[in-house]
């Protein structure tokens, strides 16, 4: 069974192979409700199910954070984006995105009923992890 749409739409039946979760939970400020929304893709998921998420994370408090912001706006700039955009992804990331360390996502995962994610995927800001569901 393929099912597209929101969570709350699906019972909490644990009938499910996978997951996937892209670009989605970083705009979950809270981070027990992130976790929660973590727990709740668990649920519907069996043990041993797999989750594969991606957010966009990083140590926003480290030097290195203003450097790599500034490539990643320009590789978003090659794209055709106008200025007045890159400037609106900038305030958006600094307002709207809770961009968290990616072993501060791990543990959110890991909090909300799965197994240790494992990182398979990077590029600039965004990061890819999977994980499966811890036996209930």
């Known amino acids: 069974m393929f099912h597209n749409g929101y969570l ?21 400020l809270d981070t027990d409700e992130r976790t929660r929304f973590f727990g709740q893709i668990a649920a519907r998921l069996r043990d041993g199910g797999i989750l594969a998420s991606s957010d966009l994370a990083a140590d926003t408090s480290a030097g290195s954070y203003g450097g790599l912001l500034e490539v990643w706006l320009k590789t978003m700039a090659s794209a055709d984006l106008s200025p007045q955009r890159i400037q609106q992804m900038r305030d958006a990331y600094a307002r709207d995105v809770s961009i968290l360390p990616p072993p501060h996502v791990e ?21 890819g992890w999977y994980a499966m569901r811890a036996a209930r």
């Open 107 to 127: 543990r959110l995962i890991e909090a909300g009923g799965f197994g240790s994610p494992v990182q398979f995927y990077q590029a600039g800001l965004i990061h």
């Open 8 to 28: 709350d739409s699906l019972s909490e039946s644990g009938q499910f192979d996978g997951a996937t979760c892209f670009l989605v939970s970083q705009f979950i």
